[in-house]
Nanobody, 119 residues
Framework: QVQLVESGGGSVHTGDSLRLSCAASGRTFSPYIMGWFRQAPGKERELVAAINRSGVITYYADSVKGRFTISRDNAKNTVYLQMNSLKSEDTAVYYC????????????WGLGTQVTVSS
């Protein structure tokens, strides 16, 4: 069983940057696809960014393109989300997730880390 633990959340101001980290444990290799989701109060959870194991294939939601960058270090079993030019609408709980298939639901989830952006 894979365990995912997020870190790096916090309270920042508009325009600031944050880097989230997600450490995977429980087996020697991290899931094939790793993603970052977020859920704001009263809104549905949305996929923000995803990356495959090699790092060649990435996905970004339109709302974060050009501002967020997902990356992974397979040697450390860690995935990162670099968030720049943060906006108040980026305020949410951010969840790390993973799956071993290219399609379908994510199998593994972290508990989330809060990101709050204020003006």
């Amino acid at each position: 069983q894979v365990q995912l633990v997020e870190s790096g959340g916090g309270s920042v101001h508009t325009g600031d940057s944050l880097r989230l980290s997600c450490a995977a444990s429980g087996r020697t290799f991290s899931p094939y696809i790793m993603g970052w989701f977020r859920q704001a109060p009263g809104k549905e959870r949305e996929l923000v960014a995803a990356i495959n194991r090699s790092g060649v294939i990435t996905y970004y939601a339109d709302s974060v393109k050009g501002r967020f960058t997902i990356s992974r270090d397979n040697a450390k079993n860690t995935v990162y989300l670099q968030m720049n030019s943060l906006k108040s609408e980026d305020t949410a709980v951010y969840y790390c997730a993973g799956k071993d298939r290219t399609s379908g639901e994510y199998d593994y989830w972290g508990l989330g880390t809060q990101v709050t952006v204020s003006s």
